[in-house]
């Protein structure tokens, strides 16, 4: 009876998860990968302080780390930055000597009293000297950042009802002349991946598309509950199930170790 409840259970679980995800379809903002594409280097934005500057300015013989974000976004774009930051600081590199980091806000919303402070976070965890020259962060209107966004493959989708964002994580390595070298997805960014990709990049050798890259979604909006976010809502179904599984084989183990007269009854 109990093995019955427990199979039962388990098949419950799976229909409900499938019928949910089959309501509400993952948003489509996987980055597409434009190796050796130029970046339009003359778009305007705004740097920490206010400034208008092209991207062109940082740009000249050193690689391009570009990193789009969303300042305010406590989760997937903090953690992509976290990452980022962990595996520079295991390079000898260093940022402002032999390349430089560019993070762009893809929120119009989001201004340069914004990315200033989001400099000072990131620049003090990297800990290094002349960080604060070598790392940048920008805002911009909606037509730059989505000229930017276009040109390296990054889609993302706003959602007014939540005021929120759906997008994938992921970073990409430029050709001092502003060419796409490398693309770097997930939240897993290596200090040999890093320095092999800077390396490369610096001498203008362009890889090869990355197989199946990793989608990672942020977006706290499920149209079929209006309550959890997607990605929290996969955690949950999927540890239901996973734990479904487990109590599944411990009961047949147990049953399978009994006398064979016990098993029969």
């Known amino acids: 009876m109990i093995r019955r409840f427990i199979i ?34 003359d778009l305007v934005f705004q740097d920490d302080t206010g400034r208008s ?30 990452s980022l930051t962990d595996g520079l600081c295991g390079i000898d590199y260093e940022i402002g000597k032999e390349f430089t980091v560019v993070t762009v806000s893809f929120d119009p919303r989001e201004k340069p009293e914004l990315a200033a402070a989001k400099k000072a976070a990131y620049v003090e965890k990297y800990g290094r000297p002349g960080a604060a020259t070598g790392w940048h962060f920008l805002t911009g209107d909606e037509p730059s950042i989505k000229s930017l966004a276009d040109a390296v ?67 706290a909006y499920d149209p079929a509950t209006g309550k959890y976010s997607l990605m929290t809502l996969r955690l949950v179904r999927l540890t239901g199930l996973l734990t479904v599984v487990i109590l599944a084989g411990f009961l047949f183990r147990a049953w399978r170790h009994k006398d064979p007269a016990s098993r029969a009854a």
């Open 153 to 219: 493959g990054f889609r993302y989708i706003y959602d007014s009802t939540t005021d929120q964002y759906a997008h994938a994580s992921g970073i990409m390595i430029l050709t001092p002349e502003g060419k796409i070298a490398r693309y770097r997805f997930g939240l897993d960014y290596s200090p040999r991946d890093l320095r092999f990709g800077l390396e490369d990049a610096s001498a203008g050798n362009v890889g090869s598309p990355v197989p199946s890259p990793l989608r990672m979604l942020c977006f």
């Open 8 to 41: 039962s259970l388990g098949l419950l679980v799976v229909m409900r998860a499938g019928g949910a995800m089959a309501q509400t379809p993952a948003p489509d903002v996987l980055i597409e990968q434009h190796l050796n594409e130029q970046v339009p280097l």
């Open 53 to 82: 500057v092209a991207l062109r300015a940082y740009f000249s013989t050193k690689p391009v780390i570009l990193v789009l974000a969303q300042y305010r976004c406590p989760r997937l774009c903090s953690l992509v930055l976290n």
